[in-house]
């Protein structure tokens, strides 16, 4: 039987009126409302409805599973640690891999390689197939991911980024030429109602933000950095494809192919600014641009 981890929380003001599984879900980035509801939770010490709504001062208490590391393969593959600590890790995670299995595809993945680095230790808070994971990436986009080791660090980490204090910078390079130096698109996005594999930018869909500054004009392109104050689902991708400028390489959101040869979209999370858990320290760990940002500059 898997051993049950514990997590209390109280309710703030400004989660007041929210029901329990809409609650538990906003805990963790990408954390369903399905997969909360799957948890078991009390209320003030009493089993409540996942449509329970929550009081100003209600004291929540979670039960989670521990990951069960075994029944996914640890996998003895290179991992490029930028920044470690005995609560977490900051990776650098190539274009290609995939963040975490899926039910296809259970090998090769940074949780593997996780899994064999850490020994297992890692958070459970995600789930069986999301050991540690904090945050994600695309399959094809490379860069800077967040893990935690154990959970204190990982309700530490998202609450760090639900509360827009944990800081995630991209360098990408869009099509075309922006008319501004910077900006901000601030679109919902939900999932596409056709094409269920992608995002759109949706009315009804999450608040979704992205903050933007010119780098570098090319003569077809815009080598730009963006910040995200919310992580929706491939957001800088459909938030720049929907104002026309898709990323340079995006075979999803912009065109098939690039003159360039790259490994896939042109999009790099290269800088992450976070507090230790556990501490007031402030971290941020940074790294330079990628093989194929770096044959885009060269051309530019």
Known sequence: MSNIKHIKLEAETEETGLRLDVFIAGLVPGFSRARAQQ???LVNGKPSKNSYKLKYGDEVLIEIPEARPLELQAEDIALDIQYEDENMLVVNKPAGMLTHPTSLEREHTLVNALLFYCKGNLSGINGIMRPGIVHRLDRDTSGLLMVAKNDFAHAELSGQIKAKTAKRCYLAFVEGVLKNDSGIINLPIDRHPVQKHKMAVAEGGKPSTTRWRVLKTCPKSTFVEAELET??????????????????????????????????????????????????????VEIGPDEDIGKLLRLC
Do not use: C, E, M, W
């Open 231 to 284: 992580g929706r689902t491939h957001q800088i991708r459909v938030h720049f494809a929907h104002i026309n400028h898709p990323v340079v390489g995006d075979s999803v959101y912009g065109r098939k192919s690039t003159k360039v040869n790259i490994k896939g979209q042109a999009l790099q999370a290269y800088k992450l600014s976070f507090t230790k858990p556990g501490t007031n320290r402030s971290i941020t």
């Open 39 to 41: 948890l078991n939770a």
